[in-house]
């Protein structure tokens, strides 16, 4: 597979795009929250797929790394995707609570307001820890996939995502006291008979990070 990438068969790359394409737009549509920016991003790292054909190497099984490395350099150089995000996001309807960011359920996340409080803390991650956590816990890849993606050793790659994960309790377990409070200012108070929805599950959200 990989000598016919490098020799430019149609074939191959129309296998590589067919197997491979969910990926990158999937890992696009969550680092960007813009699903028509994630169309874009898959255009042209398969666009820089074909220009950079002659640089995969054969290591390793699959081309994926190489692929997604090119996905992540792409995403680095859209000069636009900061004012096409913020707008993304002022289209989002706001949310109540933080949702909990164990790996296990971040990495189902599908819907445009979960992206929205994920990005939330991930905005407030170091780029080199966001791009690690984003192809390791969202898009899948292992520690020596994302290594060759990134151009890093693996124990670089282990050890920001340690980092990325730990810093991202503590901003999500921030923001989520940030929502709280703003909520405690606009709901009615309990002697009003009504009950102030959510406090538990935010209470539980905050044990279960602190475990």
């Given at each position: 597979m990989h000598?016919?990438?490098r020799a430019?068969?149609?074939?191959?790359f129309r296998?590589?795009?067919?197997?491979h394409?969910?990926?990158?737009?999937?890992?696009?549509?969550?680092?960007?929250?813009d699903?028509?920016?994630?169309q874009d991003?898959?255009?042209?790292?398969?666009l820089?797929?074909?220009?950079?054909r002659?640089?995969?190497?054969?290591?390793g099984d699959?081309?994926?790394?190489?692929?997604?490395g090119?996905?992540?350099?792409?995403?680095r150089?859209?000069t636009?995707?900061?004012?096409?995000?913020?707008?993304?996001?002022?289209?989002m309807?706001a949310?109540?609570?933080?949702?909990d960011?164990?790996?296990?359920l971040?990495?189902?996340?599908?819907?445009?307001?979960?992206?929205?409080?994920?990005h939330?803390?991930?905005a407030?991650?170091?780029?080199?820890?966001?791009?690690v956590?984003?192809?390791c816990?969202?898009?899948g890849?292992?520690y020596?996939?994302?290594?060759e993606a990134?151009?890093?050793?693996?124990g670089t790659?282990r050890?920001?995502?340690?980092?990325?994960?730990?810093?991202?309790r503590?901003?999500?377990?921030?923001e989520?006291?940030?929502?709280?409070?703003?909520r405690?200012?606009?709901?009615?108070?309990?002697?009003?008979?009504?009950?102030?929805?959510?406090?538990t599950?935010a209470?539980?959200?905050?044990?279960e990070?602190?475990?």
């Open positions: 000598a016919r990438l430019g068969e149609p074939e191959a296998e590589l795009f067919r197997d394409s969910p990926l990158v737009y999937r890992h696009a549509v969550r680092v960007t929250g699903w028509a920016m994630a991003v898959v255009s042209l790292t398969f820089e797929a074909w220009r950079l002659d640089r995969l190497r054969d290591e699959s081309p994926r790394p190489w692929l997604m090119i996905a992540t350099n792409v995403l150089n859209m636009r995707a900061a004012r096409r995000h913020e707008r993304a996001l002022s289209r309807p949310r109540d609570a933080l949702p960011f164990a790996e296990e971040v990495g189902r996340i599908a819907d445009a307001e979960q992206i929205k409080a994920a939330t803390a991930l407030q991650l170091r780029r080199a820890e966001r791009e956590f984003t192809l816990v969202w898009s890849l292992g020596a996939e994302a290594a990134l151009g890093v050793p693996v790659v050890s920001r995502l340690a980092r990325a994960r730990t810093r991202l503590k901003l999500a377990a921030k989520l006291k940030r929502q709280q409070a703003v405690t200012n606009r709901e009615p108070l309990a002697g009003d008979g009504q009950t102030q929805d959510g406090r599950d209470a539980r959200s905050m044990e990070w602190n475990r």
